[in-house]
């Protein structure tokens, strides 16, 4: 494991500029970035996964006079799974997740999220959770996201998030790159040279990263006899179809 101060070491003897007096608010933003998602560079437009260590588990109250209620104030990516009060999940809108609200708008009956009832779709906008119906009695729904990033405020703090393995090469390659970049060297060529060459290390161990994470799959949609949709691995599938 790597602390904040064995971090800012290193950092500060690649930068070599003393009036850099900040590295251990660089070192924060690289890891809220990370934990964040980074854009991959191979073209696919992906974000990096998220950390399996910052995956939560939280309730939040619905309202009775309005169709969202914010999420937990530790919320920070990927709305992944969404449960009633009774112990089954409530789906994502048809063809997306949670975070397509334009389909969640496509698919509720009152275009003005005014339907009262029970909560039979929900989905993300911004930091809070909409839903319709509006239940006449506030529920208590539970959520799964990924969490904010514990900030480092002691030197002998870790980023305990990140694989210990990954920790020097993405925190530091990652702070190195956006220092130069902001132009901590002289000159036009001695920036972009730092810049270009700690991106470099940095998307490398974003790659690692993201092999040694994996990638997390959703349920599998699949029609019955039916015709009917039910959803393979989901709690309850058939309570909100």
């Keep these: 494991m790597a602390t904040r101060a064995q971090l800012n070491a290193w950092i500060d003897d690649i930068i070599d500029d003393a009036s850099f007096e900040d590295i251990n608010d660089r070192i924060d933003e690289s890891i809220l970035e990370i934990a ?3 854009i991959i560079p191979d073209g696919s437009g992906r974000r990096s996964p998220p950390l399996p260590d910052l995956y939560k588990i939280d309730t939040v109250d619905t309202a009775t006079d309005a169709a969202y209620v914010s999420l937990p104030d530790e919320f ?20 997306g ?9 496509n698919g509720v009956s009152n275009k ?3 339907e009262s009832g029970s909560i039979y779709s929900v989905a993300r906008k911004g930091l809070k959770l909409y839903y319709q119906g509006i239940p006449a009695a506030s529920v208590a729904l539970t959520v799964h996201f990924y969490e904010l990033p514990t900030i480092l405020e002691e030197d002998d703090d870790v980023p305990s998030c990140i694989p210990s393995f990954l920790q020097r090469r993405l925190i530091v390659h990652r702070s190195c790159a956006r220092m130069y970049g902001e132009g901590i060297e002289d000159g036009e060529t001695s920036r972009q040279t730092g810049e270009k060459y700690h991106s470099a290390r940095f998307y490398e161990a974003l790659m ?3 092999e040694h994470i994996g990638e997390d799959a959703e349920p599998v949609v699949y029609a019955n006899n039916d015709g009917l949709y039910g959803m393979d691995g989901a709690v309850c599938d058939g309570g909100h179809f």
Excluded: A, Q
């Design 36 to 38: 964040g998602g980074i």
């Design 112 to 114: 003005g999220l005014t």
């Design 76 to 95: 920070h990516r990927d709305l992944i799974y969404v449960v009633d009060s009774s112990g089954c999940r409530i789906n994502p809108p048809s063809g």
């Design 97 to 105: 997740d949670y975070e397509s609200f334009r389909l969640f708008l």
């Design 208 to 210: 690692e990263l993201t």
